[in-house]
């Protein structure tokens, strides 16, 4: 196996899905071949295994219900069988903020007392959930708030499907059972742009989001979730294999002089690498374009020779480009690019062919918007002058 196919591994703790010996499996996050294993290990026998899967699939992942005894198709033997091996445990939600412009964000605890942020976005038309893949960050980018938190641990596949669930909870949206049907989704799509770099926790990550895609529980289609990296080129293909979901990238400057200090693991795979990387994604095409994410900082990535050098570098790549003015934080080195400079920016990409839609902040007086999620523990540990040496400024 080459060093460019081999799988990004990194010194970094998972807790295992199973509790220590003695314990309950928790069923969450397991896939179904994982489950079905776990079902039979507990005493299911193997020819009854397809349907009992089945069954409380549904009953945890269609319908949300939390306790064995509620599930009411199953005999009530097999009901205390699955109560006496497993449980249904969803992350702890211990604080929940609503932003003025309706965006809701939770700070969740996890195993070990660790905590993660999740934001909900309200639309017109959609309602996107944010979730995070890991307890900080390890990839330090500098304009970002979860960057300057440590790396402290992976999420397990189990609290990143809970996130999903956690949310659906508090909007009220599992279905009622003998309820008419109902198609609204409020949760209706979904993004891996939280804390994190999902493709360093790629096994986890892609079991989570097997679950969630899976049509009779969640039940949200590949093209509903998207996966941001922010360039971590040997697990880019596999992600399209593997997961196939929609695929976004931190693009966020135009040479790697600049890219090194916005987003470090530039030092490692730098621009012409990661772009070569994308040219060869395989679900790439017009109709499942690559996603440019560009955060707009002023005097530092927002001139027109960027936004030239930009539409140049991403030629013949299906592609849109979305610029996301920054949102401050406590101690940012950065300002955000003023808006006559990120509209001119905007027109250059236009007039090229591409769309450039300027994302508009969502939840900034929660500190819930792009780059803002860091867990209530760790906010703002680090002094101003900290921040900026890293930075390189």
Same mark, same amino acid.
């Not at 010996?21 to 994982?34: D, F, S, V």
């Given at each position: 196996?080459?060093?460019?196919?081999?799988?990004?591994?990194?010194?970094?703790?998972?807790?295992?899905?199973?509790?220590?010996?003695?314990?309950?499996?928790?069923?969450?996050?397991?896939?179904?071949?994982?489950?079905?294993?776990?079902?039979?290990?507990?005493?299911?026998?193997e020819r009854q295994a397809k349907?009992?899967?089945?069954?409380?699939?549904?009953?945890?992942?269609?319908?949300?219900?939390?306790? &064995?005894?509620?599930?009411?198709?199953?005999?009530?033997?097999?009901?205390?069988?699955?109560?006496?091996?497993f449980t249904i445990d969803l992350?702890? +939600?211990?604080?929940?903020?609503?932003?003025?412009?309706?965006?809701?964000?939770?700070?969740?605890?996890?195993?070990?007392?660790?905590?993660?942020?999740?934001?909900?976005?309200?639309?017109?038309?959609?309602?996107?959930?944010?979730?995070?893949?890991?307890?900080?960050?390890?990839?330090?980018?500098?304009?970002?708030?979860?960057?300057?938190?440590? %790396?402290?641990?992976? @999420?397990?596949?189990?609290?990143?499907?809970?996130? +999903?669930?956690?949310?659906?909870?508090? %909007?009220?949206?599992?279905?009622?059972?003998?309820?008419?049907?109902?198609?609204?989704? %409020?949760?209706?799509?979904?993004?891996?742009?939280?804390?994190?770099?999902?493709?360093?926790?790629?096994?986890?990550?892609?079991?989570?989001?097997?679950?969630?895609?899976?049509?009779?529980?969640?039940?949200?289609?590949?093209?509903?979730?998207?996966?941001?990296?922010?360039?971590v080129v040997p697990e880019i293909?596999?992600?399209?294999?593997?997961?196939?979901?929609?695929?976004?990238?931190? &693009?966020?400057?135009?040479?790697?002089?600049?890219?090194?200090?916005?987003?470090?693991?530039?030092?490692?795979?730098?621009?012409?690498?990661? @772009?070569?990387? @994308?040219?060869?994604?395989?679900?790439?095409?017009?109709?499942?374009?690559?996603?440019?994410?560009?955060?707009?900082?002023?005097?530092?990535?927002?001139?027109?020779?960027?936004?030239?050098?930009?539409?140049?570098?991403?030629?013949?790549?299906?592609?849109?480009?979305?610029?996301?003015?920054?949102?401050?934080?406590?101690?940012?080195?950065?300002?955000?690019?003023?808006?006559?400079?990120?509209?001119? &920016?905007?027109?250059?990409?236009?007039?090229?062919?591409?769309?450039?839609?300027?994302?508009?902040?969502?939840?900034?007086?929660?500190?819930?918007?792009?780059?803002?999620?860091?867990?209530?523990?760790?906010?703002?540990?680090?002094?101003?002058?900290?921040?900026?040496?890293?930075?390189? @400024?």
């Open positions: 196996m080459t060093e460019a196919t081999a799988p990004i591994t990194q010194d970094v703790l998972t807790l295992p899905r199973k509790l220590p010996e003695g314990g309950k499996t928790n069923l969450i996050g397991l896939t179904r071949e994982e489950l079905r294993a776990a079902l039979i290990a507990a005493g299911t026998p349907m009992r899967l089945g069954q409380v699939w549904q009953w945890v992942y269609h319908w949300g219900v939390r306790d &064995f005894a509620a599930m009411t198709n199953l005999a009530k033997e097999y009901r205390t069988l699955l109560a006496d091996h992350p702890e +939600v211990v604080n929940r903020q609503v932003s003025a412009d309706g965006t809701r964000k939770y700070l969740v605890r996890i195993a070990g007392g660790h905590e993660v942020e999740v934001v909900y976005i309200p639309e017109e038309t959609r309602g996107t959930l944010c979730i995070s893949s890991q307890v900080g960050c390890t990839l330090t980018c500098s304009f970002c708030h979860t960057g300057t938190q440590k %790396l402290v641990r992976n @999420l397990t596949a189990g609290e990143i499907v809970g996130q +999903v669930m956690l949310a659906r909870d508090d %909007l009220g949206e599992w279905p009622e059972p003998g309820a008419p049907k109902d198609e609204t989704r %409020l949760v209706s799509n979904v993004v891996l742009m939280g804390m994190g770099e999902p493709l360093y926790n790629f096994d986890n990550v892609r079991d989570a989001m097997r679950v969630v895609m899976d049509g009779e529980g969640i039940a949200l289609g590949r093209r509903r979730i998207t996966l941001s990296t922010s360039g293909a596999r992600a399209a294999t593997e997961i196939g979901c929609q695929l976004a990238v931190s &693009f966020h400057a135009t040479t790697d002089e600049v890219r090194d200090r916005l987003v470090p693991i530039n030092k490692r795979w730098n621009i012409k690498a990661l @772009l070569d990387e @994308l040219r060869e994604y395989p679900k790439l095409s017009n109709s499942e374009r690559i996603t440019f994410e560009y955060v707009m900082l002023k005097g530092v990535n927002d001139s027109d020779a960027d936004a030239r050098r930009l539409v140049k570098l991403i030629q013949g790549i299906p592609a849109k480009i979305n610029l996301i003015p920054f949102n401050e934080w406590p101690g940012s080195p950065y300002e955000r690019s003023d808006w006559e400079r990120i509209e001119a &920016f905007a027109d250059i990409i236009y007039k090229a062919g591409y769309a450039s839609p300027i994302r508009t902040p969502r939840g900034e007086d929660i500190m819930a918007a792009c780059g803002q999620l860091k867990s209530a523990t760790e906010r703002a540990r680090k002094s101003r002058a900290e921040i900026a040496a890293e930075a390189g @400024l």
